[in-house]
């Protein structure tokens, strides 16, 4: 879940060494789909969920807008774990960015129902992108963005060898005072981890 009790702070995580990383099994009762038709819908509700977007209607124009113009390419980058009736209950993506400039691969819009929570179903659906990844030809590259209230996941995130970015400005970043930001951001999710790790 997300920790809205802290500011909220955009940052961004990346992997030097994208065919190193855990393999974690599908929970038992879960089974891995890619996108089908109709599950924008799945998931719009799974991100109006998990406290991402104001409503299940804004959900569904944030899919629209991030992966809309590559209906082609959703199809199989797109992953949900579906529940035992076949209910979508966690997604990531396989996606590409250019925060670093140029075009780059990133791991996009990670959620998981809370419902669903603390099952492992993160680490699966991860698992199952970084495969998807070197199915596809793989690189030595990945990235992606998140933000302070999301510490839990960053936690999960730095399992499959995430680090946190200290670089210059990513491109198009919102945050003007990104270098100041950037240093509290961290500050603030490393102090947190090492209380929700000794908790």
């Known amino acids: 879940m997300l920790d809205k009790s802290i500011p909220i702070i955009s940052v961004m995580l990346e992997q030097h060494h994208p065919d190193v990383y855990p393999h974690f099994p599908i929970p038992d009762g879960y089974t891995l789909s890619t996108y089908r038709d109709g599950f924008d819908l799945a998931w719009a509700k799974l991100v109006y969920a998990t406290g991402m977007a104001s409503s299940v209607e804004q959900a569904l124009e944030v899919f629209a807008h991030e992966f809309g113009s590559e209906p082609e390419k959703i199809r199989t980058n797109c992953l949900f774990m579906l529940d035992a009736q076949g209910i979508p209950v966690a997604t990531a993506t396989l996606w590409h960015g250019t925060h670093m400039g140029d075009e780059r691969p990133r791991v996009h819009w ?41 510490y839990k996941a960053i936690n999960i995130y730095q399992h499959f060898g ?24 961290w500050r603030i999710i490393n102090e947190k981890l090492t209380a929700y790790r000794e908790a």
């Open 110 to 150: 990670v959620t998981v129902d809370p419902a669903h929570q603390g099952k492992g179903l993160c680490k699966a659906v991860l698992t199952a992108v970084f495969d998807l990844f070197q199915s596809q030809g793989g690189g030595d590259y990945l990235y992606l963005t998140t933000q302070t209230w999301s």
């Open 162 to 185: 995430f680090e946190p970015y200290l670089g210059p400005r990513p491109v198009n970043w919102k945050q003007s005072n990104y270098e100041t930001d950037n240093a509290i951001a």
